[in-house]
């Protein structure tokens, strides 16, 4: 009964490949986010979307690409991987706007090679 | 820009003994930002603990406080008495005037028997 789900769990994935992350929730939600973590960094906003077909710059886009086809779903797209994507990926949605809280999926973890 | 800081990981304590966690924040963009601790368990996403949106209030959930200074800008997390379940990572956010989220780098707790 998660209520937002990520999938894969977990990926290994050659330099040069495409990755894509898939993101769904059941909140009802019309914000979702992708944020990356990687060690000594704090989570940090990759895209986000308030509506479907619609999607938003966050503070670290370069590299990724994100589509949301559906209120539900929202992915994460890598077109060309590179190293330093090496990260664990997380999805999270919230009600209208930025609000007070926000839920988060289990999280991807993304390696690199 | 705004920022979080936390006490660095991963903290050792053992059961029934007390707890404090360390947060700072800097917000230029904002007087009052809400604050949060989110926690993370093993295999899960990261779950609200606890907010304050009101500077001088303080917050409560499962026995973990936490108290808006304004005056040091800070935000610590404290538990009386903690217990084997509350082994997790923990962080601690803000939210800006940019309607983001900004997040700590996360603690580590681990609580031995």
């Known amino acids: 009964e998660a209520a937002v789900t990520q999938s894969p769990r977990s990926k290994v994935a050659v330099t040069g490949g495409k990755v894509t992350l898939s993101c769904h929730q059941t909140?009802?939600?019309?914000?979702m986010y992708w944020y990356r973590q990687d060690t000594g960094h704090g989570l940090r906003l990759i895209h986000y979307?308030?509506?479907?077909?619609?999607?938003e710059k966050g503070d670290i886009p370069d590299g990724y690409k994100a589509s949301r086809p559906s209120q539900e779903n929202f992915s994460l797209i890598l077109e060309l991987a590179s190293l330093s994507q090496t990260a664990v990926y997380f999805c999270?949605?919230?009600?209208?706007?930025?609000?007070?809280?926000?839920?988060f999926g289990p999280g991807t973890r993304l390696t690199v090679l | 820009g705004d920022s979080v800081t936390q006490t660095e990981g991963p903290v050792t304590v053992s059961e029934s003994e007390s707890l404090i966690i360390n947060c700072t924040y800097s917000?230029?963009?904002?007087?009052?930002?809400?604050l949060f601790w989110y926690v993370r368990y093993p295999g899960e996403g990261l779950q609200l603990l606890l907010k304050?949106?009101?500077?001088?209030q303080k917050g409560s959930s499962r026995g973990f406080e936490a108290t808006y200074n304004k005056e040091t800008t800070s935000f610590h997390l404290q538990k009386a008495s903690v217990q084997e379940s509350d082994s997790a990572v923990y962080y601690c956010?803000?939210?800006?005037?940019?309607?983001?989220?900004?997040f700590g780098t996360g603690t580590r707790l681990q609580v031995l028997p």
């Open positions: 917000a230029t963009s904002i007087a009052y930002p809400n």
């Open positions: 909140n009802n939600h019309d914000y």
């Open positions: 999270a949605s919230s009600d209208w706007g930025v609000s007070y809280e926000q839920y």
């Open positions: 979307s308030y509506v479907a077909d619609s999607t």
């Open positions: 304050v949106i009101t500077a001088g």
């Open positions: 956010a803000l939210r800006s005037n940019t309607n983001k989220v900004v």
